[in-house]
């Protein structure tokens, strides 16, 4: 199908734009050139009207509500972290699935510190995320933000534990730092602006539908 009404869509380099290659394939949609080895923002694709922008991940929420993008695919921490206005968050794309999870360093005793009511100091890139989890529990903690390397922090003695991502665990066991509780499931969502929905809705279903079929199929 050839779209006519130009579209934008933004994505992040890495797992989420990898696994997201076949859902756009499965809209009829290609990017036309090796987006890890170029150092462009935005891309060309075979379909005339469809461009995708590259950002950072915590930045697709925010550009798909402001309308530089019309639609994106972002993970479900993001989302969380941005807090989703101004989004129409269609589908659950099951891609890029992780966690988020507390971890320590190795010899810390996290759940004896939980136990004696301990103040924690929580290095994360997520304080949403954080705050919630611990408010529910009922701990008090000092959040400290960060914007990448998290692992470092409790090495360094900056902060007792860290909420960060967790995938392989691969990160965690090469800076001797253990998972002590798991917080939330994570998975990308496609997200799409409110206005250009109905601005733009014959392609912008086009694609929402192809990728609810891609990851229907996929689960069947
Ligand atoms: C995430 C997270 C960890 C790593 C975990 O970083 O912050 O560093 O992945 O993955 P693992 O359990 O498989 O080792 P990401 O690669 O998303 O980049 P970031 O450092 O920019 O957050």
Do not use: W
């Given at each position: 199908?050839?779209?006519?009404?130009?579209?934008?869509?933004?994505?992040?380099?890495g797992?989420?734009?990898?696994?997201?290659?076949?859902?756009?394939?499965?809209?009829?949609?290609?990017?036309?050139?090796?987006?890890?080895k170029?150092r462009?923002?935005?891309?060309?694709?075979?379909?005339?009207?469809?461009?995708?922008v590259?950002?950072?991940?915590?930045?697709?929420?925010?550009?798909?509500?402001?309308?530089?993008?019309?639609?994106?695919v972002?993970?479900?921490d993001?989302?969380i972290?941005?807090?989703?206005q101004?989004?129409?968050?269609?589908?659950?794309?099951?891609?890029?699935?992780?966690?988020?999870?507390?971890?320590?360093?190795?010899?810390?005793?996290?759940?004896h510190?939980?136990?004696?009511?301990?103040?924690?100091r929580?290095?994360?890139?997520y304080?949403e995320?954080?705050?919630?989890?611990f408010a529910k529990?009922?701990?008090h903690?000092?959040?400290v933000k960060?914007?990448?390397?998290m692992e470092?922090a409790?090495?360094?003695?900056?902060?007792?534990?860290i909420v960060d991502?967790?995938?392989?665990?691969?990160?965690?066991?090469?800076?001797?730092?253990?998972?002590?509780?798991?917080?939330?499931d994570?998975?990308?969502?496609?997200?799409v602006?409110?206005a250009?929905l109905?601005?733009?809705?014959?392609?912008l279903?086009?694609?929402?539908?192809a990728?609810?079929?891609?990851?229907?199929?996929?689960?069947?």
């Amino acid at each position: 199908m050839t779209i006519a009404t130009p579209v934008t869509i933004a994505l992040s380099k890495g797992r989420i734009f990898e696994e997201t290659v076949p859902l756009l394939a499965a809209a009829g949609i290609a990017v036309t050139e090796d987006v890890e080895k170029s150092r462009k923002l935005i891309f060309d694709t075979n379909q005339p009207h469809v461009r995708v922008v590259l950002v950072r991940a915590s930045d697709v929420p925010v550009y798909v509500q402001y309308g530089g993008a019309d639609l994106g695919v972002s993970g479900l921490d993001s989302l969380i972290e941005h807090g989703g206005q101004g989004l129409y968050q269609p589908l659950d794309l099951q891609i890029a699935r992780c966690r988020v999870s507390v971890a320590v360093r190795n010899g810390f005793d996290y759940a004896h510190a939980v136990k004696q009511g301990a103040r924690l100091r929580i290095a994360t890139k997520y304080p949403e995320i954080a705050r919630h989890f611990f408010a529910k529990k009922g701990v008090h903690v000092d959040m400290v933000k960060l914007y990448g390397s998290m692992e470092l922090a409790p090495l360094t003695g900056m902060a007792d534990a860290i909420v960060d991502l967790v995938s392989t665990g691969n990160t965690l066991k090469a800076n001797d730092l253990v998972e002590v509780e798991p917080i939330m499931d994570i998975s990308s969502r496609l997200v799409v602006n409110q206005a250009s929905l109905k601005l733009k809705q014959a392609p912008l279903r086009h694609i929402i539908d192809a990728f609810a079929q891609a990851v229907a199929a996929k689960n069947n």
